[in-house]
């Protein structure tokens, strides 16, 4: 058996394999808002349950109309999809064949999606020692190889450093003189809403946004994302898109989600002090060097003997599971991922690994 998955969340195949319950696991390695589903979704879902006598709306209407009204922008800019992580597999499909690159560390999904399409894949690796920084000059050097199409995730997965706005314009005009198709994936953007280019990119047909529903909104198990983009570029994705991506149930949670407004104050307020007590706490234990962070989770640096994968082995043992961050391209034995989840989990958390450490 092992302790090590893919993507973080796998809390039902770790239960079965420990013999134990999914509520009995403290799961830091999936960054889901731990204040759960806002109020009304149950309620919603179950009123309009009988919809599923039908197929779902393929176009998914009017959740895509409360998109574009909470984002302040027109239908015809959005399209709701299986999850962000459909998007991403569709968007090679739009260039062709090439090169593709990747601003690491990032999620592993990019180069998979490169790789169904039969792309080549390259890296620019962003340094962990200056805080993630992005560096422009060397991106346009890099961009002079040749690349259909870049990946880049903001705030970064698993780092949470935020690209700054006017650093992304500049990306995007390199991307653009390079003949390069952008691919801005803002999956945890929700908790740093001040920095998304959701209005700069639709402006052209040469990028595209990816939004998710997943992690703000505590809703993964019913797949809900989003792109946002010029309408013909929408258009495009519509055609390479299957049809009922989004089954209703997924539909109806989105668009009760989106109208409670005081979910959204509280889940920012909640998320903004619990990080920085988090943060501060793993400062505080002798080999642990938590990274600064605009999402709902922290990436840390491992100073001491330890590496990560003893960490999720000790932890695990406690039924507490953390994100192993060896295997992004970029970052070696000595980081790990944690959620932000509700304080007395913190603790337990911090609590956990300050005995192994010791």
Known sequence: MTDTYDHGGNIFAIARARGVSPEDILDFSASINPLGLARGVREYVHAGFDRVLHYPDTDATELKHELASYHGLKASQVIVANGSTELIHIAPRL???????????AFSEYAKA???????????????DNGFSFPLET???????????????????????????????????????????LVLDEAFMDFCEEGSAKHLVPAGGDAVVLRSMTKFFAIPGLRVGYAIAAPELIVRLQRLRGPWSVNTPAQLAGIASLRDGEYRKNTLRYIEEERALLSCELAGIAGLEPCPSSANYLLV?????????????????????????????GLDGRFFRVAVRKREENEKLVEALREILS
Do not use: W, Y
């Not at 260039?95 to 560390?105: D, S």
């Not at 169904?116 to 690796?125: E, F, S």
């Not at 995007?172 to 198709?181: K, W």
């Not at 999720?312 to 295997?327: F, N, Q, T």
């Open 139 to 181: 991106l346009e050097k890099k961009l002079e190889e040749g690349f259909r199409i870049l990946f880049l995730c903001n705030p970064g997965n698993p780092s949470g450093a935020l690209v700054p706005l006017p650093v992304i314009s500049a990306i995007q005009e390199l991307c653009r003189a390079a003949g390069t198709f």
């Open 114 to 128: 490169m790789s169904g399409a039969g792309m080549g894949i390259d890296h620019l690796i962003l340094p962990s």
């Open 95 to 105: 260039v062709g064949e090439g090169r593709g690159l990747i601003i690491a560390p």
């Open 301 to 329: 640096r491992i100073t001491g003997g330890f590496t990560a994968g003893d960490l999720v082995k000790e932890l695990a043992g406690r039924l507490i599971l953390i994100r192993d961050c060896s295997g992004f391209e």
